[in-house]
């Protein structure tokens, strides 16, 4: 069984930073690419990012490109979201995903069904 545990989120003033942590639970964490969605109140999910298996490539939705930097750690079995230049507009749930997925295309796993695990997010609240 595969479980994912966020942890990070809490109130935060615009322009300051969070760093949001997902830790897996299980084996084969180096063999899930890694996505980060969140969720607004009444908004759907959406895409924030994803790592690929090793951490060598991310890649980020416009909105949060140049703000928010995805890591992992493998040895840790822990995935990162570092979050920067933060705006009223990114307070949401912020969930991490793994996909077992295997191949090129990590950049277009952006869709929520894509995934096979998920964690139980964490509010990340951001005042004006």
């Known amino acids: 069984q595969v479980q994912l545990v966020e942890s990070g989120g809490g109130l935060v003033q615009a322009g300051g930073s969070l760093r949001l942590s997902c830790e897996v639970s299980g084996r084969s964490f180096s063999t899930y690419i890694m996505g980060w969605f969140r969720q607004a109140l009444g908004k759907e999910r959406e895409f924030v990012g994803v790592i690929t298996w090793s951490g060598g490539n991310t890649y980020y939705a416009d909105s949060v490109k140049g703000r928010f930097t995805i890591s992992r750690d493998n040895a840790k079995n822990t995935v990162y979201l570092l979050m920067n230049s933060l705006k009223p507009e990114d307070t949401a749930v912020y969930y991490c995903?793994?996909?077992?997925?295997?191949?090129?295309?990590?950049?277009?796993?952006?869709?929520?069904?894509?995934?096979?695990?998920w964690g139980q997010g964490t509010q990340v609240t951001v005042s004006s």
């Open positions: 995903a793994a996909d077992r997925y295997i191949g090129r295309n990590y950049q277009r796993r952006q869709s929520q069904t894509e995934y096979d695990y």
